[in-house]
């Protein structure tokens, strides 16, 4: 797929604002998910900040893009109910469907089944559904997914706090045109999935991730692999829409 | 970390287990001895429950051997909650770690709170699909339970005292030791891998033969040993931290002192006897997961030590008749 293709050589588009990328730290992979943006700035040449979102405050300076990680879809809800985080990021997705979302694993559960108000997608999802821990695995994903042209920019910026190391992910080389190394972790299955959404990853034949309009949910993790081209997307649509 | 293997479906590798600890991050988990307390656990905002007979408070007030819970007990808690639950079995037990895995566990805790059943080796947790946390006290201890599979590491402090003095000199030690490996020189680095490979070989002491030798531990020969452990020592020294997911457990009571671990670069907390041995369980476990959230704003733990009635009654580590950091090595 086009996925995978490197961008160089291509026109340039050339903002003067650095993207800024909203990380909902709730709880769970989320230091995994600020490696893997800085990682896919740099493969792009884009300068990225990360914008650690804890507060509904938080996201008063704006944000190009937000990503919803991994982790437990209860602990998030529960974690939002002091301070509302959760109903403002809802708020911002809800503003303009176009809005670059991406979502992994519990990210996807809270975009298909929001506490309130109506989906973000036209999907059904399915907590846990292929089974306990042991049932995890991980296998190869088919990917239709095309990356868009971003522009050349400085340094990638990120911080997410003072105390926590990141964890480095593995730097093996992964990926291969079609298929993306897929991480399945206690994963959601999407059980129906509506007109408005088209498949972008499917393994065995079942789909693991669907896009509408801007918003990307994927039941598996890429940020646990070294593998960034979920990430570039992200970066790519933000970029796009900020140039415009 | 090994290779994704992209041609077929894998259960059990590294990257899955290790990966099921990331999702852990900023997450408390704690003990519940019933469905109904694991339902409050869920409700209040828990990451994980652990599933026991009784919490650590209360094996430690009543003496004797303590062992793996029962299946019937680990199975109710498994039907009544969507989060991932953990069970404890012996350290050196991997007949009981076999069972709780075979019951749907998604991880079990290696743990010195239950009755150690092997003096000289810890679990072979390469040999399970499921992954395992285990407690240190310094990042020697750390590094061999990653060797011998560990996805998870938890300091183990000083379970059912309620007092926090050894989860945080365990954390400090851990990080100290670190700093110091990481400006270590070649010689330096070399003592370490050979301090923590020669825990391996304690059996040796044990035998009255006067040339007795090891030949080979259940997690390879001294030189396998040494490759190992230089690999781990060379993953802390680049990223700065103990390269698996890192929480504190034993002796966490309070909001504050689950913010004071997490600002000792902990990834999330363990409570145990501190949730149901206080005055108000369920404002108990709103309040520590609030303060785990929010560790880094000073206005939210007070928030959540104001939500508090008493915590649980605490422990002065002196007076303790049995020191459950020192069971495993």
């Known amino acids: ?244 | 970390m090994e290779e994704l293997d992209l041609t077929e479906l894998r259960h059990g590798t590294d990257l899955i287990k290790k990966g099921f600890a990331r999702m852990q991050q900023g997450g408390v988990i704690m003990d519940v001895v019933t469905p109904d307390q694991a339902a409050l656990a869920e409700e209040a905002g828990a990451t994980a429950v652990m599933a026991l007979e009784r919490v650590p408070s209360d094996i430690r007030a009543d003496g004797g051997v303590a062992r793996m819970s029962h299946p019937e007990l680990i199975e109710g808690i498994i039907d009544c909650t969507s989060i991932p639950v953990m069970a404890k079995a012996r350290i050196g037990h991997a007949e009981e770690a076999r069972v709780l895995e075979a019951l749907g566990v998604d991880m079990v805790d290696e743990s010195e709170v239950l009755t150690p059943a092997d003096p000289f080796f810890h679990i072979d947790k390469r040999k399970f699909t499921i992954p395992f946390v285990c407690g240190c006290t310094s990042m020697g201890e750390a590094v061999r339970r990653i060797h011998e599979g560990a996805a998870m590491i938890r300091t183990k402090g000083e379970a059912g005292t309620g007092n926090v003095v050894c989860a945080v000199q365990h954390a400090r030690l851990v990080k100290s030791e670190i700093e110091w490996l990481q400006q270590a020189d070649e010689s330096g680095i070399a003592g370490a891998i050979e301090d923590i490979a020669n825990e391996f070989y304690r059996i040796e002491e044990a035998s009255s033969l006067v040339d007795f030798e090891l030949l080979a531990t259940p997690f390879g020969d001294m030189d396998e040993l040494s490759a190992g452990i230089s690999s781990i020592l060379d993953d802390i020294r680049t990223m700065g931290r103990l390269p698996v997911v890192t929480f504190s457990a034993g002796g966490i009571a309070t909001p504050a002192d689950a913010a004071l671990l997490m600002q000792h670069g902990m990834d999330g907390i363990f409570v145990g006897s501190g949730i149901f041995k206080s005055e108000d369980p369920k404002t108990t476990a709103d309040a520590i997961v609030l303060a785990t959230h929010h560790f880094d704003d000073a206005a939210k733990v007070a928030e959540a030590c104001a939500m508090m009635a008493s915590p649980m009654p605490g422990l002065e580590i002196d007076d303790l008749e049995v020191r459950l950091e020192e069971r495993g090595w």
Request: aromatic share 4%.
């Open chain 1, 1 to 244: 797929m086009a996925l995978n293709r490197r961008v160089e050589g291509r026109v340039a588009l050339r903002c003067a604002m650095s993207i800024r990328i909203g990380l909902a730290m709730l709880q769970g992979a989320r230091h995994e998910h600020a490696q893997a943006i800085a990682g896919a700035g740099e493969e792009l040449g884009v300068e990225v900040e990360i914008k650690v979102l804890r507060t509904s405050s938080d996201l008063d300076g704006g944000i190009d893009a937000l990503i919803l990680p991994g982790g437990e879809s209860t602990t998030m809800r529960i974690a939002s109910r002091h301070q509302g985080l959760l109903e403002s990021l809802y708020e911002w997705m809800n503003d303009d469907p176009q809005r670059p979302v991406l979502g992994t694993c519990a990210g996807a559960i809270l975009m298909c089944s929001p506490p309130s108000g109506p989906p973000l997608l036209d999907a059904e999802i399915s907590r846990n559904a292929w089974g306990r821990q042991a049932k995890s695995f991980q296998a190869p994903v088919a990917v239709f997914l095309d990356v868009e042209v971003v522009p050349p920019a400085v340094t990638t910026s990120v911080s997410t706090d003072s105390v926590h190391h990141p964890l480095v992910v593995s730097s093996d080389g992964l990926g291969d045109g079609e298929t993306f190394p897929g991480v399945f972790i206690r994963a959601p299955r999407f059980s129906s999935i509506g007109t408005e959404t088209t498949v972008v990853a499917e393994f065995d034949g079942e789909v693991v991730g669907i896009l509408q309009a801007g918003r990307l949910a994927l039941t598996f993790h890429p940020e646990l692999t070294s593998d960034r081209r979920f990430h570039r997307w992200i970066i790519s649509q933000a970029t796009i829409r900020a140039a415009a």
